[in-house]
């Protein structure tokens, strides 16, 4: 895996730059979304892999499953099958996505609860966070009945654990001290 984001690194960059230049850069996030998707499918990567398949050919099959794409996206996904480079679109994505995320000074913050939050909660939460880093977060949520109750939340490199279950085990550690 470590390899495979090392050698996507390079078109990432690329990509982020082309697209910031164009100041496209949503637009790109979302066709590298659509090409990431084709990319990981598994039919598609029986075709990727398929020696019979020519370079032109294979790039004629990725831009039409791809969806509309615009010249440069053309030419991005070009680049990509000559070099060999299709497998590593999901990795590309993921580090545009990060690279327009630090561009855009937004933060990811994954959010795990015990129990759904309803929409009122989630905003409050959500709020509370974004003043807590002074930033916009993009929040994905998932439901973890380990937790007991309460939440444990991940934003960047820092970890909020108001979780039941964190605080259990905070309690027994201290008492093994």
């Not at 990509?15 to 979302?30: D, I, K, Q, T, Y």
């Not at 108001?162 to 550690?173: E, I, P, Q, W």
Request: aromatic content about 4%; proline content about 3%.
């Amino acid at each position: 895996m470590a390899e495979n984001v090392t050698i996507a690194r390079p078109y990432a960059d690329a990509a982020f730059e082309l697209a910031r230049g164009a100041g496209a850069l949503g637009p790109w996030s979302e066709a590298l979304d659509r090409l990431a998707a084709v990319a990981a499918d598994s039919s598609m990567r029986a075709c990727i892999n398929d020696p019979k398949l020519s370079a032109d050919q294979l790039n004629t099959l990725v831009q039409e499953v791809g969806g509309n794409l615009t010249a440069e996206q053309q030419n991005f996904v070009r680049v990509l099958v000559d070099n060999e480079r299709l497998q590593v679109l999901p990795e590309i994505r993921d580090l545009f996505v990060a690279l327009k995320n630090e561009h855009e000074g937004v933060l990811e913050a994954e959010i795990a609860s015990a129990f759904p939050l309803d929409d009122a909660a989630l905003a409050a939460l959500k709020a509370d966070l974004e003043a807590r880093f002074q930033a916009r977060l993009n929040v994905t949520v998932s439901i973890d009945p380990e937790l007991i109750g309460g939440v444990r939340i991940a934003v960047g490199d820092e970890v909020i654990d108001a979780s039941v279950r964190g605080k259990l085990a905070n309690m027994a550690a201290a008492l093994k001290n």
